[in-house]
């Protein structure tokens, strides 16, 4: 799980932003929002261009250097802050790993080049490869000792280098080592906005209508569909030896995207995620204006939905109509500034119980980040 984020000089983070997950309190209510301690359902809220997307890219700059899954540099132009001087963008990670605490942090000069990184495990030092220092690299990994610690290529991560490179011996830090990739394979980052583009978990590119139809999962579509309210009945018909999803109207079939309209087109796309989600392929997910286009009923179900498969996620949104207690908690709705995030629970002295309408105090500018 991710515990911890800290990021600076990178888009419109000038300065050190921290985005803490740890930080919880103790309600005894939607206690399957929390982890571990960790945040683990989590929604942001903040003004237009606060940077509510950038934090999203920000956590997803890792999957760059230690992954070979997709990621497109579609939000990684203009890479740096403006305003600041340094040439140099500081990413810092804390995960939770087989109850373990791992942290990660790199510097970068551009969205590919690497000039440090320092992986850690319970505080002690596991690997650092500094090139500010005269290409500094020491590893404490059994299995690793003859390994050779010169790294010519900038944009090769020495994390990725030593794990592709050696065989480790199978002791509990290599183990936790390997899980670390694995969750970092497997995070996931996508826009529920017309471009739906995204960042992590698999290779290449799919057609969403195909996908479901080939996985078997067109009845569940169905199913999904009228849960959101959306009263149909598809089809699968085959033209020109290419299987075509329809909406059948008493037999008279119309193709899906003829007449769905942009909400139920979103819903759609999130469909296609949340197959992945459900067979626990995802170990982290960021869905960034999820319900741009949604009825705030359907808002609410898609949340209940996330909350029911165990996925650590963080949603992003405008909608104050699914700020409510009986959905998550104040301890897991985050507000957001440039400079600043924090929970409900810490933007308020006020004491929050759980029969409070925390939309209502939103509204009324209780909470405020500091």
Known sequence: MLRKFKVSNFKNFENEFVFDLSETNG???????IKNGIVNCALIYGHNGAGKSNLGLAIFDIIEHLTDKYREEFGYKNYLNAYNNSNIAEFYYEFQ????????????????????????????????FDR?????????????????TIINNNQLSALKYIKENTVLENNENTRVFIDFF?????????????????????????????????????????????????????????????????????????????????????????????????????????????DAFYHHELSA??????????????????NTSIITNDLLR?????????????????????????????????KAGTFNVD
């Open 132 to 148: 500010l220092n005269g290409n500094q690299f020491s590893v404490k990994l059994k299995g690793a000792e003859t390994l050779n």
């Open 27 to 33: 309600y005894e209510f939607n206690t399957n929002c």
């Open 182 to 290: 694995e969750f970092i394979d497997n995070m996931l980052y996508f826009r529920s906005l017309e471009d739906r583009r995204y960042l992590g978990l698999e290779v290449g590119s799919w057609e969403v209508l195909n996908d479901i139809i080939e996985k078997g999962n067109v009845a569940d579509f169905e199913q999904f569909l009228n849960d959101a309210n959306i009263e149909c009945k598809l089809s699968i018909v085959e033209i020109l030896n290419k299987k075509t999803l329809m909406f059948n109207f008493n037999g008279k079939n119309i193709p899906f995207y003829d007449i769905a309209s942009t909400g139920t087109s979103s819903l759609s796309a999130f469909y296609f995620w949340f197959q992945r989600i459900r067979e626990n392929k995802v170990t982290f997910l960021f869905l960034d204006e999820f």
């Open 301 to 318: 179900l898609v949340v209940e939905k996330l909350k029911s498969t165990g996925v650590q996620f963080i949603l992003t949104t405008h």
């Open 330 to 362: 104040p301890d897991c709705y985050f507000l957001m500034n440039k400079r600043k995030i924090q929970s409900l629970a810490k933007c308020t002295p006020k004491e929050l119980r759980e029969a409070h309408n925390i939309e209502k105090m939103y």
């Open 97 to 128: 790993i087989n109850d373990r605490i791992v942290r990660y942090e790199y510097k970068k000069t551009d969205y590919k080049t690497l000039i440090f990184e320092k992986f850690s495990i319970d505080n002690e030092e596991i690997i650092l």
